[in-house]
């Protein structure tokens, strides 16, 4: 049984000129102790798609889905109360900017423990004693005083260990790492990447990494989807996908990347190709036209 | 010029320094941080120098004194072969139209109630007494150049995308015919594929207009595809600087070394090895 399975989800938000598909019938699965990266560039609908899984999106969007299972429980029609039981203890996401997801207005000691109160139901020493643990496991120097920090004495890589702390403090059976290193520096990105394989490899979580730098993907997927304009392109593994890319779009993404340039000229996903409703065009037409 | 080599050098740094002040309190002594700790570097004309390093080593410093935004604390700044007076007040306009800039945020950099004509037609207006036509009609040019046209003389910036409007940006850059162009960071905010445009686009009008770039970024694997010389950064000094080739295939500096360890490869060899560790480390 598949960690998370979904079918053929789609995310519509209406706007001025009628309903918007920012998903589009996607499916995918993660097993337990894979690693899923989701792939794309923004607009893809790779964000959306797992908000919609961890059912933060607001009241407007409208998501439809044949099946959402975890652990093969339903999950897109279950209460709000179940939901939080659920999500930040079994299921737990990383998100971006690092600096911008914690409360600048609480120590960093007090939105750990507050996971650990309100999932874990541990007394207070209990949960200080797990939250200095868990700053130990992210590399953080000095847990003792750290959590008494706020956000804003830290820098953008020490927040980064701090929201991971959090998201693995309930032992979650699903990380989502959501562009975990894009706002960070080369040399903190390697530093946080390994921290979040280490971790997935030694709690055997699964993982999905939602970016749109085939550099990450390369050095941490197992599998990897590719989205592109809210539908999926390409589903295969890790080697093969850079072996033998399927599909045209993941074909010039892969041309597009600066290492891979053919002589003076990088490949470009052309701009025929964002405005055609069909995902498939022939490689031909896609290296002819650059803007 | 009084000899060959240094007509041919458009940019010279000589031991410029920059430090910031900040205030001290009631109990806080005064304290001085010194951002940029004597930087030296000839750039000849025509070619691309990209500065790497981490966010606070001081390269968008360097990027803020070199387009006259700051003053050094010391050192000279030479611009094709003149030396410049960097006083406030004391810069002359022919500087000034030397040396533009193109900022990392295409989203922040942009007027959002100002027309791209008028961007576009803006440092023109400023800077010389061309009546409004000619201002038009060079506008019109600059955009089919970076590959926008006419049609989107009358837009504002929200209506464009994050690679068209670094393209805007870019063309705003180049309206008063510069020598020297500084990039920030141009393609770091940009998608894969958009950013291949506009690295592309960068390359043709280099070529086209005999640019100098100073192109300053974090991202090696872009480093590696448009510079002609690296200089490496590391808490306001350059640590290390070459050409291209010397700096990539035999780096010096142990924080290099550092830099490109963390650098993430994405060829099939380097996946395999990587999926194939995985296994045997499962496996046992």
């Given at each position: 049984m598949a960690l998370l399975q979904i079918d053929n989800l789609t995310v519509q938000f209406e706007t001025s000129t009628g309903w918007f598909k920012a998903v589009d019938g996607v499916s995918l699965s993660v097993e337990k102790e894979e690693v899923l990266a989701i792939v794309g560039e923004s607009g893809s609908g790779k964000s959306v798609a797992m908000l919609a899984v961890m059912g933060l999106l607001p009241w407007t969007a409208k998501i439809t889905a044949d099946r959402m299972l975890f652990e093969g429980r339903d999950i897109q029609n279950i209460s709000a109360s179940e939901r939080r039981a659920l999500i930040g203890k079994d299921i737990a996401m990383i998100f971006q900017e690092p600096v911008a997801s914690l409360n600048p207005c609480f120590t960093v000691g007090f939105q750990i423990e507050e996971v650990l109160r309100v999932h874990m139901r541990l007394d207070r020493r209990a949960r200080r004693a797990r939250a200095i643990e868990l700053f130990k496991q992210v590399g953080l120097p000095n847990p003792e005083e750290r959590l008494n920090s706020f956000p804003h004495q830290m820098s953008g890589g020490q927040c980064q260990r701090v929201m991971i702390a959090i998201a693995i403090a309930c032992n979650p059976k699903l990380l989502i790492a959501d562009?975990?290193?894009?706002?960070?520096?080369v040399t903190i990105q390697k530093q946080i990447l390994d921290l979040i394989m280490a971790l997935q490899a030694k709690n055997g979580m699964g993982l999905i990494m939602i970016t749109h730098d085939m550099g990450v993907v390369a050095e941490t997927a197992d599998r990897v989807v590719v989205q592109y304009k809210g539908k999926k392109m390409e589903e295969a593994d890790v080697l093969s996908l850079f072996e033998n890319p399927q599909s045209n779009y993941t074909k010039a993404l892969l041309a597009a990347l600066p290492e891979n340039a053919k002589g003076d000229r990088l490949t470009t996903v052309s701009d025929f190709f964002d405005g055609?409703?069909?995902?498939?065009?022939s490689v031909a037409g896609l290296n002819g036209a650059s803007a | 010029m009084s000899n060959d080599t240094s007509g041919n050098i458009m940019l010279e740094l000589r031991d410029i320094k920059r430090d910031y002040e900040l205030p001290g309190g009631l109990f806080k002594p005064k304290k001085t941080v010194q951002a940029v700790k004597g930087v030296s570097f000839k750039l000849e004309r025509g070619k691309t120098l990209a500065i790497v390093g981490e966010s606070g080593c001081g390269k968008s410093t360097l990027a803020r004194m070199i387009t006259f935004i700051d003053e050094p604390t010391a050192g000279e700044l030479l611009i094709d072969g003149n030396k410049v007076?960097?006083?406030?007040?004391?810069?002359?306009a022919d500087m000034r139209q030397k040396v533009q800039i193109v900022f990392q945020n295409p989203y922040g950099s942009l007027?959002?109630?100002?027309k791209i004509g008028d961007v576009l037609g803006e440092p023109l207006a400023i800077n010389t007494d061309m009546p409004a036509s000619e201002r038009r009609d060079r506008a019109n040019l600059m955009l089919t150049k970076v590959g926008l046209g006419p049609e989107h003389y009358n837009r504002y910036p929200h209506m464009f995308s994050g690679g068209q409007r670094q393209r805007i940006a870019i063309a705003r850059a180049l309206m008063m015919n510069p020598k020297l162009l500084v990039l920030d960071e141009p393609v770091s905010a940009l998608d894969l594929s958009v950013q291949a445009q506009v690295l592309n686009l960068l390359a043709d009008l280099q070529d086209e207009f005999g640019l100098t770039y100073v192109f300053i970024s974090h991202d090696l694997s872009v480093v590696r595809y448009i510079a002609d010389e690296v200089m490496v950064m590391y808490f306001g000094e350059a640590v290390e600087h070459g050409t291209r080739e010397e700096v990539f295939s035999d780096p010096k500096h142990e924080y290099t070394r550092t830099l490109f360890k963390a650098t993430p490869k994405a060829d099939v060899d380097s996946i395999r090895a990587r999926v194939a560790a995985k296994k045997a480390g499962k496996a046992a």
């Open positions: 562009e975990p290193t894009t706002a960070l520096d055609n409703p069909e995902p498939a065009p | 007076d960097t006083r406030p007040g004391h810069l002359t007027n959002p109630r100002q």
